[in-house]
């Protein structure tokens, strides 16, 4: 579904991807875990090209993504995305900030977008708050309608950049609800992510990554409880 | 008490001068404004590219007509750039026009720079991974939060630009200064027409301000949310 080719991304003269491989199989979930500037979320941002990449390759079902003759706009609309920081559009409703993009790339009706919005929100539990400004929702319930807003497009993947991070702790609970829903549906989704307890749950597959590399990836199970490699062992001695 | 002796009926003799006087400084000053702005939104993009051939140019020009004086463009473009340009003058409010609006357009390119930059880069980057291209977030999810920003500078520039108009007089223009400076000049009194001039700017200056604020009510209403809840049905 996804597949990642010798991949790396610098900054400038700062290398953040130093060649990462990787393939994301359909239906699969997929956390990403690592220390913070191990480039975790640049790699997921390089997969729907929100960072341009520096070298490499990247095709999803195929299609190479960072190819001048590839419309990217195209393949984002089958790639959502859930940001740490939610970024709705204040300046629009709940349901405005779904239908927006159905109406206007998909050319769906108003009325279709508008049942196909309220359909996602009754999925993520927020039908009574179609009409409000997200401004008036908890961090929790705009993250929820930031995820109905990227399923509203019906993308074929999901990639979650720490969708938690910026929550109160009270409030992940229900974030984290929503996206296992999503997963036993059979969503394709990577997710970068500090909730250990969610990869475990979740994933079918953990990425370690650390320096620009993966350094250790498998199933849950054995990554988390049979660590190979030193740097995996010690970051996750840190912090389980 | 030379002070207090004033001819105000000298004034009331000169109506027709202020009158017209008004009528060309608002002529004037709306017709800059409006141009100034759809050419400001021009550079004002312009100075948010990323294309260097197009962001250069702009901030030159921006940075040009900034740091003249408005007094030096006027005389520049009336008595230089337009008879050199058509071998002819169209007169005052030609060049008077073409100034306020190349010089405003400066100003008011800053103020649509900044109130796009002023918008959280994630809202672009969403918009961006929903499928909308550049262009279609800018329109959809950009402009629309940076045009509320941008309302209360632009007025400023409105309120500036009214008073900035009147440095016309100095290619002849005969606006509310002008009117004036005729005043004075015939009869060596200085106190009645500038004081009129005076209070004619203020009340056009007046008239904007509320004006502008009225804009604002408005376009703030879908920012508060009570507002548009009343009269809805939740679902």
């Known amino acids: 579904m996804i597949k990642v080719e010798n991949l790396h991304k610098s900054f400038g003269k700062l290398d953040v991807l130093k060649g990462i491989n990787y393939e994301v199989r359909e239906k699969e979930v997929v956390c990403v875990i690592g220390p913070s500037g191990s480039g975790k979320s640049t790699f997921l941002r390089c997969i729907n090209l929100l960072e341009e990449i520096t070298d490499g390759a990247i095709y999803i079902e195929g299609v190479q993504v960072n190819d001048s003759k590839t419309d990217i706009n195209l393949i984002r609309t089958e790639v959502g995305m859930v940001f740490q920081q939610f970024n709705l559009f204040p300046h629009m409703t709940v349901i405005e900030n779904i239908t927006m993009a159905p109406m206007f790339i998909r050319k769906l009706s108003k009325s279709e977008a508008e049942n196909l919005a309220l359909e996602l929100l009754d999925k993520v539990g927020l039908r009574e708050k179609a009409y409000n400004y997200p401004q008036q929702l908890s961090g929790g319930q705009q993250q929820r309608v930031a995820i109905a807003r990227a399923l509203a497009m019906k993308p074929k993947v999901m990639l979650f950049d720490e969708p938690t991070s910026a929550l109160d702790p009270e409030m992940v609970k229900e974030v984290l609800d929503v996206m296992k829903q999503l997963a036993h549906e059979g969503m394709t989704m990577v997710v970068v992510t500090h909730e250990m307890g969610f990869a475990r749950e979740v994933a079918d597959r953990v990425v370690f990554m650390d320096g620009g590399y993966i350094v250790e990836q498998g199933q849950p199970e054995k990554l988390f409880d049979a660590p190979q490699n030193e740097r995996t062992k010690a970051f996750l001695g840190k912090i389980l | ?235």
């Open chain 2, 1 to 235: 008490m030379d002070f207090l002796d004033m001819r105000w009926d000298l004034i009331w003799d000169y109506r027709e001068f202020f009158i017209n006087g008004i009528w060309v400084t608002i002529v004037l000053t709306i017709c800059g404004y409006i141009g100034g702005i759809i050419f400001g939104v021009f550079l004002g993009l312009g100075k948010t590219s990323k294309r260097k051939w197009l962001y250069w140019p702009c901030k030159l020009y921006v940075d040009l007509f900034r740091g003249t004086p408005m007094l030096v463009q006027i005389l520049i473009i009336h008595l230089a750039l337009i008879p050199t340009v058509f071998g002819q003058s169209f007169g005052f409010m030609v060049s008077g026009i073409t100034a306020l609006i190349l010089n405003s357009a400066a100003y008011n390119a800053e103020i649509i720079r900044a109130g796009i930059e002023s918008i959280d880069k994630g809202q672009m980057e969403a918009a961006r991974s929903l499928g909308l291209t550049h262009g279609q977030a800018m329109r959809r999810v950009i402009l629309p939060q940076a045009i509320r920003r941008m309302i209360p500078p632009l007025g400023n520039e409105f309120i500036a630009l009214l008073k900035d108009s009147s440095l016309v007089t100095v290619i002849a223009a005969n606006d509310i200064l002008y009117a004036a400076k005729i005043v004075s000049g015939a009869h060596f009194r200085f106190w009645e027409p500038y004081l009129v001039a005076a209070v004619l700017y203020l009340l056009l200056t007046f008239i904007i301000t509320k004006l502008v604020a009225f804009i604002e009510r408005r376009f703030s209403i879908d920012y508060n949310p009570r507002k548009k809840r009343e009269g809805r049905v939740d679902v």
